[in-house]
Nanobody, 125 residues
Framework: VQLQASGGGLVQAGGSLRLSCAAI????????VGWFRQAPGKGREFVAA????????YYADSVKGRSTTSRDNANKSVNLEMNSLKPEDTAVYYC???????????????????WGQGTLVTVSS
């Protein structure tokens, strides 16, 4: 499956943003879709994940309570809504997907076979 992430932009601290990850030419049925981010000068880190079939979600401690990932059946996409944004949330956000990933690997980028191109989120103070 090909992935296309969108929705990034510039937002003030305390604001909200919704990112979307679309499945191009397919669907996310039977997939786990993960969100990762990479801040300038840092490695890629896990943000959130959702198992499409069960809608079970998983979050990094850094965004738990401020972010929600959900599936959008109509648009065959997965959304990541982020609230109370902080300057430290500034990063390129990537979505990734896998049909074979196991739960213990959800937070690891190596568990995902397919990646989108990334969308930049900039949070100004």
């Amino acid at each position: 499956v090909q992935l296309q992430a969108s929705g990034g932009g510039l937002v003030q601290a305390g604001g909200s943003l919704r990112l979307s990850c679309a499945a191009i030419g397919g669907t996310f049925r039977d997939y786990v879709v993960g969100w990762f981010r990479q801040a300038p000068g840092k490695g890629r880190e896990f943000v959130a994940a959702i198992r499409w079939n069960s809608r079970h979600t998983y979050y990094a401690d850094s965004v738990k309570g401020r972010s929600t990932t959900s599936r959008d059946n109509a648009n065959k996409s997965v959304n990541l809504e982020m609230n109370s944004l902080k300057p430290e949330d500034t990063a390129v956000y990537y979505c990734a997907a896998s049909r074979t990933i196991i739960v213990s690997s959800y937070r690891s980028e190596s568990g995902y076979a397919y990646w989108g191109q990334g969308t930049l989120v900039t949070v100004s103070s």
